[in-house]
């Protein structure tokens, strides 16, 4: 995860609560959207969107890796779904990665980009977790997956930025 998104989480990743990790991405995310969208201000939003787009795919990373596959048994139909929608805001961010936060297009997209993610959001948290709460998996171990995806993560994104 970048530096400033480190933070998101006070006291490191709960490799005994995964499901929680998960859902402070989801908090941290919907603060950064509120915080491009009630701002009128240029550089607020060039920050919180810079910061929101890199935790998002940074969040998928770790939910396509890790997640997705160690849950699947719960709801694989869901899981599926879930994918689905990582594909569409992947093309967005994708599509928006080549413009400046001041092309007109960008808030367009970028609207685009929280609206779909918010969505997401409330379809993981309302309809898999309970799901994967109520599979009986281990989650220690796959909170212990998480964090080591997260640690390689970070050490990549340090190599490649020295």
């Known amino acids: 995860m970048p530096s400033d998104a480190q933070g998101r989480r006070s006291g ?3 490799t ?6 998960l859902r402070a991405d989801h908090r941290f995310v919907k603060q950064l959207f509120e915080r491009y969208l009630g ?13 929101a787009l890199i935790l998002v795919q940074a ?29 569409k ?3 967005l961010v994708e599509q928006i990665k080549s ?12 609207r685009q980009i929280a609206t779909s993610v918010t969505h997401h959001i409330d379809e993981e948290e309302q309809q898999l977790f309970p799901k994967v709460e109520q599979a009986k998996l281990d989650l220690k171990m796959l909170g212990t997956q998480m964090q080591q995806f ?13």
């Open 89 to 91: 805001v992947d093309q």
């Open 99 to 110: 413009m400046h936060a001041d092309d007109p297009r960008f808030d367009e997209l970028f």
């Open 39 to 51: 701002s009128s201000s240029m550089e607020v939003k060039k920050e919180a969107s810079r910061e």
């Open 59 to 87: 969040h998928s990373a770790l939910e396509e890796s890790v997640f997705y596959p160690a849950v699947q048994q719960a709801d694989a139909q869901l899981i599926n779904h879930c994918q689905q929608e990582h594909q």
């Open 150 to 162: 997260e640690a390689n993560m970070v050490a990549t994104q340090a190599r490649q930025s020295s």
């Open 16 to 21: 005994e609560q995964p499901l929680e990790a």
């Open 12 to 14: 490191g990743f709960p």
